[in-house]
């Protein structure tokens, strides 16, 4: 009885970190970003790509705007803060993404997060990095 409960209470107390540090990342990853670099399997977005695009997160939904475009992409965004490294899933609902999921995972250290977005929907990548015939996306951003 007396393990059950410390088994019990440790497990409450990860539980409760968890929840604090994805509550907290949560309210780190409010606001608008810039992305400032950006691969597609292995290969670079040019600047002028990345000067068109913005990331707005709030609560739980995000909304990219690619100037020129005629819809946003919006959606929502859960995190899995537990997770090595910090996983993340989007979810499309209106716009060009609407109906898919991507996987991913995320780093946030002050002003700069770090996506690293599994196109394909497949799962979840296991590291910051592309590579040549994958659909892995991977963009750090800065806080605008």
């Known amino acids: 009885m007396r393990n059950t409960l ?30 400032v670099k950006a ?4 290969q670079p977005l040019a600047d002028a790509v990345l000067k068109t695009i913005t990331l707005k997160l709030n609560k739980g939904d995000y909304e990219v705007t690619i100037t020129g475009e005629p819809e946003p992409d919006k959606g929502t965004w859960t995190l899995d803060s537990a997770a090595k490294p910090k996983g993340m899933k989007i979810e499309g609902v209106k716009g060009p993404n609407a109906g898919k999921t991507f996987p991913a995972i995320y780093e946030i250290k002050a002003d ?14 296991e ?7 994958t659909k892995l996306f991977l963009v750090t951003y800065n806080r605008h």
């Open 6 to 35: 410390v088994v019990c209470l440790a497990s409450a107390l990860w539980l409760t970190a968890a929840v604090a540090a994805e509550t907290d990342d949560s309210k780190a990853l409010q606001g608008t970003w810039i992305p």
């Open 39 to 42: 691969e597609l399997a292995g």
């Open 112 to 125: 700069t997060l770090r996506i690293c977005y599994d196109l394909s929907g497949a799962k979840r990548p």
């Open 127 to 133: 590291e910051f990095k592309t590579s040549a015939g």
